[in-house]
Structures are given as structure tokens and as C-alpha cells.
């Protein structure tokens, strides 16, 4: 399987702060990639760098080998191959379900309402939220939120899906309606780089789990050598306190 994403020797640093030093690791097509680590270790940051909400101190970024951060590059046009899901998922208030759905694929995509209200609609259904279409987020509970989100990310039929701590907001009963979609998602093979701190999900879905620990990469391997065989120190503790 080729690479989607490659990073090399990415940094970032707020001033004197380091926050991500040397990072290098590769996701493969189909792939799904768990990143692991207390709060604080530049989880959330790295999978920022990779969708340029945040811009790299230094390092590179290669898309199917082409490097994002060259300034030639039409990065407009590599967000819409990436789906973004975050923890506080982002909906538009104002909007209702339907639309919050549409608006990205009209506006970026330059579809036209009839295509984007279809593809929308497939999605909602495959979340499960067809039925809310006409509810503003006010009316949703969070769980609702995040199936929701989790449409809207993939109406714009991206070919690489990132999750930042997709449940990490949500009450404990509606975790498990969130990381049911996540893992029917994977299924379907497409790519998914997920930063969480769900640690059934990481084992029973990755494909590859990658321990994050002060800004590096400490440690990654199959879920089975991560959390039966860890070779780290660091990585052991972690788990310890975790499992």
C-alpha cells in the first residue's frame, strides 16, 4: 500500500516552546493510525499541522508525495481531500442538520443543491441522523452532535478522515454511539488518523498505534505490540494508569 501522508522531521514550537520535535511517520491508503499519549503530548497539534490549521515551524508534509508546504501548493484544495472531526464538533448554529451538510459541498466543492442535499442525505442516513434533518445543534445532545459532524466531514468525500478527540467532550452514555459510526467507518477502508483517548477503540480498530510522549514519537507498532508487548518505559506507565 503507498503512503497518503508522509511527515519528515516536523517541528513546531510557540516561540521557545517546543511542542512537536522531529517528528517523522508515514499513513498508508486504507490505513487506520490511533495516536495515543497523556494531554499535552502534541497529539491534537500534529493531526492540526497535517490539516495547516496550524503551520509547521519546520519539517515537511507530503500528500501523495507532493509536499503541502511549498508555497506553490493549492492548499484550498488539499483541505477538501482531508474530513476534519473535532472534539467540540464546529456545527454551524445557525444552520440546521440538513444544511450544515450541504454548505461546505455548494460553497468548496461548488456543487449544486440538489447533488449536495443527495450526498448529504446518504451520510446523515449512514450516521443515523436522518431523521433530524430540520433540528438546529441547539436541539441535538452532544452524541447527535458528533454523528452529525461526522457527516458533514464526510459529504465532502474526503479521502483521508482525522478525528481529534471525537468523544472527549461527550457525557460517558454517548461515547458509544460516536465510536460505533467510527468503527463502521472503518470498515469501509477508508484512511483514518484518529488522536484519542479511548484505548478500546485504538486496540480493537487500528490497524497501527502511535504513542505520543513530550512532542515525539515514543513508540508504534500493531495494537497487539503496544499494549501486550510496549517496549517503552514511558509507554508501560501510560498504559498503566490508562487500562
Known amino acids: 500500500m503507498e503512503n497518503v501522508i508522509e511527515i519528515k522531521h516536523l517541528n513546531k514550537s510557540y516561540g521557545t516552546h517546543e511542542v512537536l520535535k522531529d517528528i517523522d511517520f508515514n499513513v498508508k491508503k486504507g490505513e487506520v493510525v490511533c495516536i495515543i499519549g497523556s494531554s499535552g503530548s502534541g497529539k491534537s497539534t500534529l493531526l492540526r499541522c497535517i490539516n495547516l490549521l496550524e503551520k509547521p515551524s519546520g519539517g515537511m508534509i507530503l500528500y501523495n508525495e507532493e509536499n503541502i508546504l511549498d508555497e506553490k501548493h493549492d492548499i484550498n484544495k488539499y483541505r477538501t481531500k482531508l474530513g476534519m472531526v473535532f472534539q467540540q464538533f464546529n456545527l454551524f448554529n445557525n444552520h440546521n442538520v440538513l444544511s450544515n ?29 436522518d431523521q433530524y434533518i430540520n433540528a438546529k445543534p441547539k436541539q441535538l445532545s452532544g452524541g447527535q452532535k458528533q454523528r452529525v459532524a461526522i457527516a458533514r466531514a464526510l459529504s465532502m468525500e474526503p479521502d483521508v478522515m482525522l478525528f481529534d478527540e471525537p468523544t472527549s467532550a461527550l457525557d460517558p452514555e454517548m461515547v458509544g454511539e460516536v465510536l460505533k459510526v467510527m468503527k463502521e467507518l472503518a470498515e469501509t477502508g477508508i484512511t483514518m488518523l484518529v488522536v484519542t483517548h479511548e484505548m478500546g477503540f ?22 497487539e505490540q503496544i499494549f501486550n508487548n510496549p517496549t517503552g518505559e514511558r509507554t508501560r506507565e501510560f498504559l498503566k494508569r490508562t487500562l
Request: negative net charge; proline residues 2%; hydrophobic residues 40%.
Open 101 to 129: 451538510c450541504m454548505v461546505g459541498q455548494m460553497e468548496v466543492l461548488g456543487r449544486s443543491k440538489k447533488e449536495a442535499e443527495e450526498v448529504a442525505m446518504k451520510y446523515l442516513k449512514y450516521v443515523g441522523m
Open 202 to 223: 485504538a486496540r480493537e480498530v487500528s490497524d497501527r498505534v502511535v504513542f505520543m510522549n513530550q512532542g515525539v514519537i515514543a513508540e508504534e507498532g500493531t495494537p
